[in-house]
C-alpha cells in the first residue's frame, strides 16, 4: 500500500474483503456470548441522509467493539418499506410503487456498504416483500381469532392530505404525524388492534427496562395514562335513571355543584328540555367540529350549554344542573364529570363562565379558602371542610374513606382508567400488507383462510391520484367468493399501518427465511432481545410501544418467550446545520456521498462520532469534518514513519521499563483503559476518540530512534491506536494493521486489554512547608487538583502540631512542588 491515504483505495478493498469473507455473518453456533445489536431500519425513501449515517455509524461501533470482545453478534439491515411516499412517487411518476421502492432500496443498499457498515447482509429483510407481509397475515388472523384484532364503525382520525385514517399515536398537536395537515375526525369502519388488553402489562414492564432513558420512559407512561378513582352514580332528579362518572378525585364530591357531559353523550337528547333544544343542538355541531386532540387541550376555550335537567349530588342531595362541555371527552371515562370548580380549573373556568355554584371542601393547611374571592382552583393538597363526617381529614385519607363509603352505600365503585386507546390500523391505502379478510354480505367479516394465504397485493392498480384507495378499484381483487358460503364477497381493502411491519422486523431478523411460519422459535430464543436498540427520540411512544405490545401478543400466541423486545435503548440527537434539523425543507442538507466522496466513509463516520455524544444533537461543521480527515490523514503517516523502527520491537519487558518508554507504556495503558469504559455502555465514543487522539500527540512525542529495547514500547503505542480506532475507522484501522505485519483481522486478534499496573500513576513529591519551614512530603498523582492536595496537606500528620490551636491565614500550592501552609 503506498504510504499516502487514499481512503478510496482502502475502503474498496476492504469492504470487498469483508464481503468475500462474510466477516459479519452471524450464526447460533459460533462461539462467545450472544450480542444483539439492532438499528431502527430506514423507511427507503431514495437515499441516506446524515441521521442514517450517524445513527448507524454509532450501531457499527457497538458491533465492531463487541465483536472484538468476542461476542456472537447479530447486526442486521432491512428496510421499513410499505408507506404513502412509495405511492406518491408512483403517481409523480406514472410507476409502481414496488418499482421506486426496490430502487431505492438497492440504492441505499450501496450506500451503506460503501459506509463500511458491518452488517449481516444474508438478513436483509423488506417488509414489502411477500414473503415477510404474509406471516404478518398470518400472525392478524390469529390476533382476530383471540379478539386482538377487531373491526367496527368508530370515529377516527382521518388525514384529508393522506386520504387515510391515523392512529392517535400518529396525531402531533392536531396534526398528521406524516404531512402536517390538520386531522379531521371521520366515522368509518375500520379495524384496531387491542392494544388496551395489555395496557397494565405494558405499564408494569416500563419498570423492568432499566436500560432505557428514564425520558421515553416517562412519555410512554403518560401516554398509558392509568388513573385510579371511583366510578359514582348521580340519580337524575326526577328519579328515573343516573348518570354514570368517573372520578380521580372523589375526595372532592361533597363540592360537585354541577354536572358536565360529552356532547356525544348517550344521554344528552334525552335530558335536553324544549327550551334548550335549539341551543344544545348547535351546540353538540360545532363541538362534533372540533378535533379530539383540540378538546382535550388544556388551553381550550371551555364553552357549553345547559340541558335544562338536573341531578342530584348522592352525598349532599344537593340539586346540580346538567350541562355539556367541550371539554369533556366521549371515549374517556364514563363521558361524565361530576364538576367541582373550587377544586378543579377546567370546571372553576366553566363556572365562572356560566355563573354556576362554588363550594370549597379543601383547604390548604392553617388557611380557609373563599369561594367567592378564589382566582383559580385549589387542586394542592389539604383538610377536608364541608364534607360531613370526613371534615379534618387529609384529603388524601378521604380519598381512601370516601372510596369506601360509595362502594359500601352502592353508590360508586373503585375503578381504573386508562388513557391508551386501542391502535387503529386501517389504512385506505394501496402500498401496504392487505387485511387478510372478506366481507360477505350474509356471513359478514371472513377470515381469509390458511391455505389462500398469502393475500397478494395486486400489481395492476393504477395510481391516479385521485378518488382514494387505489387498491378498492382493482376489481380482479375486490371480487371474490366467500370462503364460508361460496357466494360473491368483496375482499376488504383496507392495508395495514406500516407500524404492524415494524413491530415485530427485529423477531423476523433472527429466523428472516424461515418457511414454515413468522418465527423459529429456537433462534428467537437464542437471540432476543435486542441486547441493544438505538433510534430516534421521535419514536419514543409510537413505534416503540407497537413493539412492545407486538411482543407480548406474539408471546401470548407462542411464537417466543420474550416479554420485551428491547433490553437498552438509546435515542440519538438529531443532526443540525446552521441552527435547525438537517432537512430538505430547510435546504441544510449535507449529502452523505459527497462527503464520502471527497473523504471517504471512515473521516465521515469518524465526524460524526467526535461531534458530540450519540444522544445529544450534533452540529454540522465543515471544519470538524475536515479535522477529522487530517486527524487520520497523521496516524496514516505516523504508521509508516514508525514502521521501520518498530520491526525490531520484540516484546514489551515492562520491569525493564523507565524514563520515557515507561511513561509512553502508561500512557498506552490508561487509554485503552479510559476508551474501553467510555466505548462499554456508556457511548461516550467522543471523549474516547479524543483520548485516543491525545495519545497519538503522545506518541509522536517519543523519540523513534531512541534504544531498540524501546520499540516493543512504540510497536504496543502503534498498534493499540490502531485496534482502538477499529470499531470507528474499520477500513483504515485493518489496512493499518497488516501493513503492521498482520494477517489476523483485526476482529479475530480482539480488543485490547488493559495493564493495571502500567497504567498507575507515577506519584510526585510534594513538599509541605509551614510558615516557610518544611515539614513534610506527600506522594501524589499528577493530575490531583489543588483543593484535594492542600487538604492532604493541612490534614497530615506531621504538620498537625504546628498548626493546632493557631489560624490558618493562608495555603499557597505549587502544582507538582510544593504547599506552604501560613499559620498563626
Ligand atoms: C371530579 C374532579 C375534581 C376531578 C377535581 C378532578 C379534579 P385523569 O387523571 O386524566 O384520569 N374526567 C373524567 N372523565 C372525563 C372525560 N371523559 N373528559 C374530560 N374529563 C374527564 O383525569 C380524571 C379526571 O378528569 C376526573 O376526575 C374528571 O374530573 C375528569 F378537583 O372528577 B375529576
Ligand atoms: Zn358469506
Known sequence: MEEKYNPKVVEDKWQEFWEDNKSFKAGENAPGKKYYLLEMFPYPSGKIHMGHVRNYSIGDVIARFRRMQGFNVLHPMGWDAFGMPAENAAIQNKSHPAKWTYENIDYMRGQLKRMGFSYDWEREIATCHVDYYKWEQKIFLEMYQKGLAYKKVANVNWCPKCETVLANEQVEDGCCWRCDSAVEQKELDSWSFRITNYAQELLDDTFKLTGWPERVLTMQRNWIGRSTGCEVDFPLENGMSSIR????????????????????????????????????????????????????????????????????????????????????????????????????????????????PLKVVINPAGENLDAATMTEAFTAEGVMVNSGRFDGMSNTDAKEAIADFLEKEGIGKKTINFRLRDWGISRQRYWG?????????????????????????????????????????????VNCTCPQCGGAARRETDTMDTFVQSSWYFLRYCSPRFANGPLDREKVEYWMPVDQYIGGIEHAVLHLLYARFFTKVLRDLGYCNVDEPFSNLLTQGMVIKDGSKMSKSKGNVVDPNALIDRYGADTARLFSLFAAP??????????????????????????????????????????????????????????????????????????????????????????????????????????????????????????????????????????????????????ITVVIQVNGKLRSKLMVAPELGEEEVKAMALADEKVKPFTDGKTIRKVVYVPGKLVNIVAA
Open 245 to 356: 362518572v368517573f372520578t380521580t378525585r372523589q375526595d372532592t364530591l361533597f363540592g360537585a355543584t354541577f354536572m358536565s357531559l360529552a356532547a356525544e353523550h348517550p344521554m344528552a337528547q334525552q335530558l335536553t328540555t324544549p327550551e334548550q333544544k335549539a341551543e344544545v343542538e348547535a351546540f353538540i355541531d360545532k363541538v362534533k367540529k372540533t378535533d379530539r386532540i383540540k378538546r382535550g387541550s388544556e388551553d381550550l376555550e371551555k364553552e357549553g350549554v345547559f340541558t335544562g335537567s338536573y341531578c342530584i349530588n348522592p352525598l349532599t342531595n344537593v340539586k346540580m344542573p346538567i350541562y355539556l362541555a367541550n371539554f369533556v371527552l366521549m371515549d374517556y371515562g364514563t363521558g361524565a364529570v361530576m364538576a367541582v370548580p373550587t377544586h378543579d380549573q377546567r370546571d372553576f373556568e366553566f363556572a365562572k363562565k356560566y355563573n354556576l
Open 433 to 477: 400488507n392487505p387485511i387478510p379478510v372478506i366481507n360477505c354480505d350474509i356471513c359478514g367479516v371472513v377470515p381469509v383462510p390458511d391455505k389462500d394465504l398469502p393475500v397478494v397485493l395486486p400489481m395492476d392498480a393504477a395510481f391516479t391520484g385521485e378518488g382514494g384507495n387505489p387498491l378498492a378499484k382493482v376489481e380482479s381483487f
Open 614 to 763: 450519540p444522544e445529544k444533537d450534533l452540529d454540522w461543521s465543515d471544519q470538524g469534518v475536515d479535522g477529522s480527515y487530517r486527524f487520520l490523514n497523521r496516524v496514516w503517516r505516523l504508521v509508516f514513519e514508525v514502521l521501520p523502527y518498530v520491526k525490531n520491537g520484540g516484546e514489551v519487558k515492562p520491569e525493564e521499563l523507565a524514563g520515557e518508554a515507561k511513561n509512553l507504556r502508561r500512557a498506552v495503558h490508561k487509554t485503552i483503559r479510559k476508551v474501553t469504559e467510555d466505548i462499554d455502555g456508556r457511548f461516550h465514543f467522543n471523549t474516547a476518540i479524543a483520548a485516543v487522539m491525545e495519545l497519538v500527540n503522545a506518541i509522536q512525542a517519543f523519540d523513534k530512534k531512541g534504544a531498540p529495547e524501546n520499540a516493543a514500547v512504540m510497536r504496543e503505542a502503534v498498534e493499540s491506536v490502531v485496534r482502538m480506532l477499529a470499531p470507528f475507522v474499520p477500513h483504515f484501522a485493518a489496512e493499518l494493521w497488516a501493513e503492521l505485519g498482520h494477517t489476523e483481522n483485526l476482529e479475530e486478534y480482539g480488543w485490547p486489554g488493559y495493564d493495571a499496573e502500567a497504567a498507575v500513576d507515577e506519584e
